[in-house]
């Protein structure tokens, strides 16, 4: 089971670099700009959209739920990326550049979950989509409470394992819509 989880998730982070890629070839790097509060806000847009369309049960915005997710997952990847490039004043990065910092993130967060999978099992193959959801936004203010705090924390974890939950919730979303 656990490899079956592993194949399918490398799949969907297969499908969020692609993506990336091609936006960051359209748009280039002008999420550079953002402070991570405002990636922080961007992903919170996101992840509300996807549980007010659960909870009305209808939408009025073609864009699928599924792209928020992959929506999710690639800002969560790229507020990791601005925290390895914090010293950095370069604006515009090629792709090229990008990709080994990306890949990078999202092995290192490949990596959080196949611990975790270790002790929790395979749990979250029962969970629903929308505590899924409920999760990622819960997730999200955590972030926004210790960005506010000035990223000082007690006892608990940083943003950087809150974004690197948020993207494997997200995957595992995906995982289940596919199914």
Known sequence: MIERTAQEYQLVIQNCK???????RDYGTAWRILRLPSITDQIFIKAQRIRSI????????????RDEFVGIINY????????????STDMDLPFETLEPLY?????????????????????????RVTSITDIILMKLLRVKQIEDNQGKTLVS??????????????????IKLQD
């Open 76 to 87: 969560c990847l790229i507020a990791l990326v601005q925290i390895r490039l914090a010293e």
């Open 103 to 127: 890949d990078q993130a999202a092995k290192e967060t490949f990596d959080l979950l196949q611990q975790k999978n270790h002790d929790y099992g395979e749990a979250w193959r029962e969970m």
């Open 157 to 174: 974890e940083g943003v950087k394992a809150n974004y690197q939950d948020m993207i494997n919730y997200s995957v595992f979303a995906l």
């Open 54 to 65: 659960q909870e009305k049960g209808v939408q009025k915005v073609d864009d699928p739920i």
């Open 18 to 24: 692609s993506l990336f890629e091609k936006k960051t």
